[in-house]
């Protein structure tokens, strides 16, 4: 075809002829597999006198200079409407994005297409002040009478495979024409930030198409209210299986802010041992250690030996995020002693656990107010501290970023945490 690069406001309304004669006009373009990098137009949606009808691509002749598409045969079948097709006009333009890699929530005004490898392909979305006027019709005009200003308007393309389209398509469902990847590929706070710029109903199709895992990292980095409002319009078996995959303290503050029938429903979709977990944290009040704490941490037994402890860790790992200390308990979860992983690596390989373990461990209750744990995490410069109860049993540990999030305000609060992290390492480089 003749067209073979341009924006899809300069072929929509345009006239569709079949041997010089109207049948109607361009009214969309159809992409089958949005999914695909750089997706192919599989044909243009024509509006005749009966109804919208569906030209693919093979039939488009030619796209003459004087601004007529003409087809080779007339297009007879009702456009197609597959809830996994994207079409550009209806389901893109004018409606909002979110740029990967930019890190931010855009308007589409216009769309560019190229001819690649004899294929018309979706290349990139303008969502600058220069797609607003082609579709204007003010673009000409621009350049002709007032060129110092149609220069000076920026023209902000973004290339597609960058590009996270959201579109509803109808009232009660909306999806995300887009690969996982591409969201996947975001850090949690960056794409927490873009499902807060989001409306309730946006916010919950971008966490449909998350896997488990990822959707978890992003909700905790969310207020209450918009994780409250996300987990009532993703319904409860979906809800149940990112709250599974969270830190149990962001997953045990979420639920407690949930009412108690909605909490109910939600761990009765869990796995018996997770909803168990998250029926004894969510007892605590939120600003105590039990409230802070979680049960993510890494244990191991006193009878073992560092080599088997080492093998054993490397077993575990992938499961647990939290693993700069190790924590020695015996059959009835008491305390008995803590090692750093320095300590672990460094001890000879037969050495036993009883023997390069640390007897005399800091431990909070778990009533203790959160100021408090703070300032004993602060005083013996730890980057997580145990929490025991009366028997000496180990409930969880509660972190240095959970105990100064809960009395500082959230900008420093996610800075310190790394400033003590890196502290520790410094320290241990020295000293190794």
Same mark, same amino acid.
């Given at each position: 075809?003749?067209?073979?690069?341009?924006?899809?406001?300069?072929?929509?309304?345009?006239?569709?002829?079949?041997?010089?004669?109207?049948?109607?006009?361009?009214?969309?373009?159809?992409?089958?597999? =949005?999914?695909?990098?750089?997706?192919?137009?599989?044909?243009?949606?024509?509006?005749?006198?009966?109804?919208?009808?569906?030209? =693919?691509?093979?039939?488009?002749?030619?796209?003459?200079?004087?601004?007529?598409?003409?087809?080779?045969?007339?297009?007879?079948?009702?456009?197609?409407?597959?809830?996994?097709?994207?079409?550009?006009?209806?389901?893109?333009?004018?409606?909002?994005?979110?740029?990967?890699?930019?890190?931010?929530?855009?308007?589409?005004?216009?769309?560019?297409?190229?001819?690649?490898?004899?294929?018309?392909?979706?290349?990139?979305?303008?969502?600058?002040?220069?797609?607003?006027?082609?579709?204007?019709?003010?673009?000409?005009?621009?350049?002709?009478?007032?060129?110092?200003?149609?220069?000076?308007?920026?023209?902000?393309?973004?290339?597609?495979?960058?590009?996270?389209?959201?579109?509803?398509?109808?009232?009660?469902?909306?999806?995300?024409?887009?690969?996982?990847?591409?969201?996947?590929?975001?850090?949690?706070?960056?794409?927490?930030?873009?499902?807060?710029?989001?409306?309730?109903?946006?916010?919950?199709?971008?966490?449909?198409?998350?896997?488990?895992?990822?959707?978890?990292?992003?909700?905790?980095?969310?207020?209450?209210?918009?994780?409250?409002?996300?987990?009532?319009?993703?319904?409860?078996?979906?809800?149940?299986?990112?709250?599974?995959?969270?830190?149990?303290?962001?997953?045990?503050?979420?639920?407690?802010?949930?009412?108690?029938?909605?909490?109910?429903?939600?761990?009765?979709?869990?796995?018996?041992?997770?909803?168990?977990?998250?029926?004894?944290?969510?007892?605590?009040?939120?600003?105590?250690?039990?409230?802070?704490?979680?049960?993510?941490?890494?244990?191991?037994?006193?009878?073992?030996?560092?080599?088997?402890?080492?093998?054993?860790?490397?077993?575990?790992?992938?499961?647990?995020?939290?693993?700069?200390?190790?924590?020695?308990?015996?059959?009835?979860?008491?305390?008995?002693?803590?090692?750093?992983?320095?300590?672990?690596?460094?001890?000879?390989?037969?050495?036993?656990?009883?023997?390069?373990?640390?007897?005399?461990?800091?431990?909070?209750?778990?009533?203790?107010?959160?100021?408090?744990?703070?300032?004993?995490?602060?005083?013996?410069?730890?980057?997580?501290?145990?929490?025991?109860?009366?028997?000496?049993?180990?409930?969880?540990?509660?972190?240095?970023?959970?105990?100064?999030?809960?009395?500082?305000?959230?900008?420093?609060?996610?800075?310190?945490?790394?400033?003590?992290?890196?502290?520790?390492?410094?320290?241990?480089?020295?000293?190794?």
């Amino acid at each position: 075809m003749a067209f073979q690069e341009g924006f899809v406001s300069e072929l929509v309304g345009r006239r569709a002829t079949i041997n010089g004669l109207p049948i109607g006009k361009v009214s969309d373009f159809l992409v089958n597999k =949005p999914e695909n990098t750089f997706p192919e137009i599989d044909g243009l949606v024509i509006k005749t006198a009966q109804g919208a009808r569906f030209a =693919p691509m093979d039939t488009i002749a030619d796209v003459d200079a004087g601004g007529a598409v003409a087809l080779s045969v007339a297009p007879k079948i009702p456009a197609p409407r597959d809830e996994d097709a994207l079409y550009l006009v209806s389901d893109l333009l004018d409606k909002q994005i979110v740029d990967v890699d930019g890190r931010k929530v855009v308007r589409i005004n216009d769309i560019e297409l190229a001819n690649t490898g004899g294929k018309l392909r979706l290349v990139a979305a303008d969502v600058g002040v220069s797609g607003l006027l082609r579709r204007l019709g003010l673009k000409s005009f621009g350049k002709r009478f007032t060129p110092w200003i149609y220069r000076s308007v920026p023209r902000t393309m973004i290339a597609w495979n960058s590009v996270a389209p959201i579109r509803e398509t109808n009232p009660s469902h909306v999806t995300l024409a887009v690969k996982e990847s591409k969201l996947s590929r975001m850090h949690p706070s960056e794409l927490a930030e873009i499902i807060s710029d989001l409306s309730a109903r946006e916010a919950a199709a971008v966490i449909h198409q998350l896997d488990d895992e990822t959707a978890a990292d992003a909700l905790e980095h969310l207020d209450a209210d918009t994780q409250r409002s996300i987990i009532d319009d993703i319904g409860t078996e979906r809800a149940a299986d990112i709250i599974e995959e969270m830190d149990s303290d962001d997953a045990a503050d979420l639920l407690g802010d949930l009412p108690e029938e909605q909490q109910a429903q939600l761990l009765a979709e869990m796995n018996e041992y997770t909803a168990g977990e998250l029926r004894e944290l969510v007892k605590y009040e939120e600003d105590t250690a039990g409230g802070l704490m979680t049960t993510d941490y890494t244990w191991i037994y006193p009878h073992r030996t560092a080599e088997q402890t080492i093998r054993k860790i490397r077993e575990i790992a992938p499961e647990s995020e939290f693993i700069y200390y190790l924590y020695v308990l015996d059959k009835q979860d008491r305390l008995l002693g803590v090692l750093t992983l320095r300590a672990l690596l460094l001890a000879q390989p037969d050495a036993g656990i009883e023997r390069i373990m640390l007897s005399d461990v800091v431990t909070v209750p778990p009533d203790m107010e959160s100021r408090d744990v703070a300032a004993t995490i602060a005083r013996y410069d730890l980057l997580a501290v145990p929490v025991v109860d009366d028997q000496g049993k180990m409930l969880g540990i509660v972190t240095v970023d959970d105990a100064i999030d809960a009395i500082m305000p959230s900008d420093l609060a996610k800075e310190l945490p790394r400033i003590t992290a890196r502290r520790h390492t410094q320290r241990a480089a020295a000293s190794g």
